[in-house]
């Protein structure tokens, strides 16, 4: 414990802290939100879309891949269909996890600079101090997915 009568020593490091809040989005072009939602709304293809694996017990899930696989405990998952909007808050060695997922119709264009209709398929996630190397396993888990969604589903 630091005495309060003398500030709190400033270590220098050469890596930044862990961001505590990330966020990606790919836009899916050709479709309206609505019939994206038929390949998202439930979590077994939601966790298709992201590689997540069941983990040792049912309310586990394994993240990542490698030496950078992660088991999360799911405290709760919710999906709420009329707002097209996914959570579920989880809870691991390093810390909680609070993740969302929502989707919203765009105009967009596509490679060859067409404006149309699309999707846009959000993650948002906010982690609790000392989340370690969390956040950037969750990023990338996130990237990855969003990269699969967009080769599949976007025309």
Not at 3 to 28: G, K
Not at 123 to 129: G, I, M, P, S
């Amino acid at each position: 414990m630091i005495p309060l009568d003398r500030p709190a020593r400033r270590w220098r490091t050469a890596r930044w802290p862990a961001p505590l809040t990330t966020d990606e989005s790919c836009v899916l072009f050709g479709t309206a939100a609505n019939d994206i939602w038929a390949f998202l709304d439930s979590w077994d293809k939601l966790d298709h879309w992201f590689k997540i694996r069941p983990g040792a017990t049912a309310d586990t899930i394994l993240i990542g891949s490698g030496p950078a696989t992660r088991d999360l405990r799911i405290l709760s998952r919710e999906i709420t269909r009329e707002a097209l909007a996914m959570r579920s808050q989880l809870i691991t060695v390093g810390g909680a996890i609070d993740t969302f997922l929502t989707l919203r119709t765009v105009s967009a264009r596509n490679r060859s600079g067409q404006l149309g209709l699309g999707t846009e398929v959000w993650v948002h996630a906010d982690f609790c101090r000392g989340a370690g190397s969390l956040p950037s396993v969750v990023r990338s888990v996130t990237c990855a997915g969003l990269r699969a969604m967009r080769a599949e589903l976007s025309t």
